[in-house]
């Protein structure tokens, strides 16, 4: 894509503003949901950014259609994401008018053709790769609703507001008929819902990012709600969270409460913190400004042993640390990480000693540092997330703070400047419904990929490559 909707907003940094709190909002569900309408409303309401990724999905389709490319093509159907030019126009609330390469597409992207195409086409991880890329830019700044199937999942683990909005498939058909009367269409009830069920089934069996509830949205049934009614619930949970927000913010200027350190930790955290800047020229990139009087968990990709001072030397704050019990037979090393707050785990099985000290240690305020794929990896690709860091972020209630770590496999090649050394802090990942959210091994699991897509988020903007998404 070489054009994009806001293109004042691609590499620009977000700002420290105290007076405002950015929002992304996620909104998810199947098809017929009500997504769509009440995305745009919520928007207008807040003076968001509209973002509808479906029509991303279907633009990629009707080009892939109109250039007789077959749709079953993963690698020509990916090279077309990667070369097309969306833009939305028209910004003030009504449906946006959608241009491909310059033509007018916003009927065609909605054609029965289109519709029955897109599922596969959005199925192809290079095609979900090149719209993610653009869709997390465009909410890079917050102030933004993005509505989609893998928003609050894949797309913007760490959005502050995640939605996902379901009906029972006869409304939902019953919905799609009318808007489709509308147009002349002249379908029975029974092929719309058959069609529905099928683009539900697909979606949420596809294995790249299907169709899921984000572990912590809140979920909105629309079935026997008015528009109005759904927007407002929105609405309401956006003012919540930004309630919530404001008031664990620290005023500006004012004492973070959760950044005391012992004197001993401090004083190696200053030495750490010299030796990677000077000595290794360490940079630090932070979208979380660690400016919320909150502890958290943070959750950062493994590669090397000097993953934990670089990342502890960034944080001015008090870490403990999740280490692997072999360390601490290390002569001089084994008492000084005691020292320094580490839990010794077993790395082989789930330790049920290490989570409780690890949980006590959380939920007494304190902030942790984790690997969530539980060792050091040996590529440089990230791996899966084991069920820690999904028990301990959903028992603790704690957000979680997704830590990029570059340069840490080639300390030498840092050394001698060959190679950058990059530690990069995401936004927090908060629960948008804390109160619904439970602790099952499933909501574990899939939170843990959520972490890990925060990271591959993070990933993509310091080591871009062709993988992405
Ligand atoms: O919301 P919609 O009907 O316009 O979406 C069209 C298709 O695009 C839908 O069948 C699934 C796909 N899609 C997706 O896979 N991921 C998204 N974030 C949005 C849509």
């Keep these: 894509m070489r054009q994009l909707t806001l293109p004042d907003q691609i590499n620009s940094q977000m700002k420290h503003d105290p007076d405002t709190i950015h929002l992304a909002v996620a909104i998810d569900g199947p098809a017929g949901s009500g997504k769509s309408t009440t995305a745009r409303e919520v928007a207008r309401r807040l003076g968001y950014q509209h973002v509808d990724t479906g029509a991303m999905y279907r633009a990629v389709t009707w080009k892939a259609l109109d250039s007789d490319t077959d749709v079953n093509d993963s690698m020509a159907v990916g090279r077309l994401a990667y070369e097309i030019d969306i833009m939305f126009v028209n910004d003030d609330g009504s449906p946006k008018q959608v241009l491909v390469d310059g033509v007018d597409v916003t009927d065609a992207i909605r054609s029965a053709e289109v519709t029955r195409n897109v599922s596969v086409v959005s199925s192809h991880p290079a095609v979900r790769a090149a719209m993610v890329r653009i869709q997390r830019r465009l909410a890079r700044r917050g102030n933004v609703v993005l509505e989609g199937r893998d928003i609050g999942t894949v797309v913007l683990p760490s959005a502050e507001v995640k939605i996902y909005l379901d009906a ?81 913010r620290v005023a500006p200027g004012g004492q973070n409460p959760v950044t005391r350190e012992k004197p001993f930790y401090r004083f190696v955290r200053l030495a750490a913190w010299f030796t990677a800047r000077l000595v290794f020229g360490l940079r630090v990139i932070d979208e979380d400004r660690d400016d919320y009087a909150e502890a958290y968990l943070y959750a950062a990709n493994h590669r090397s042993n000097g993953d934990p001072p670089v990342v502890a030397a960034a944080r001015e704050r008090e870490l403990a640390f999740l280490a692997k019990e072999s360390l601490f037979d290390v002569p001089l090393l084994g008492p000084l990480i005691r020292k320094l707050n580490s839990i010794p785990t077993a790395r082989e099985r789930f330790d049920r000693k290490a989570v409780r000290v690890a949980l006590k240690w959380l939920q007494e305020g304190g902030s942790l540092l984790m690997f969530p794929e539980g060792q050091r990896s040996r590529s440089l690709e990230l791996g899966e997330a084991k069920a820690g860091v999904g028990y301990l972020a959903l028992r603790s209630g704690r957000p979680v703070v997704p830590v990029f770590i570059s340069g840490t ?16 802090f995401g936004r927090p990942m908060r629960l948008t419904d804390p109160e619904n959210t439970g602790t099952s091994s499933e909501s574990c699991h899939e939170f843990g990929k959520m972490v890990m897509a925060a990271l591959a988020a993070l990933q993509d903007e310091i080591e871009p490559g062709p993988r992405a998404g």
Excluded: C, H
């Design 168 to 248: 029972s498939s006869n409304e939902r058909a019953r919905r799609r008929l009318k808007e489709m009367e509308a147009k002349g269409s002249t379908s029975s009830i029974e092929d719309v819902r058959a069609d529905i069920e099928r683009r539900d089934s697909y979606d949420s069996s596809r294995e790249t990012s299907p169709l899921r509830i984000p572990v912590g949205a809140r979920v909105v049934d629309t079935t026997a709600l008015t528009i109005d009614e759904q927007v407002n619930a929105v609405v309401a949970t956006v003012e919540r969270v930004r309630g919530r927000l404001a008031a664990a």
């Design 409 to 424: 496999e080639d300390l030498w090649g840092a050394l001698f400047r060959q190679k950058k050394l990059t530690v990069a």
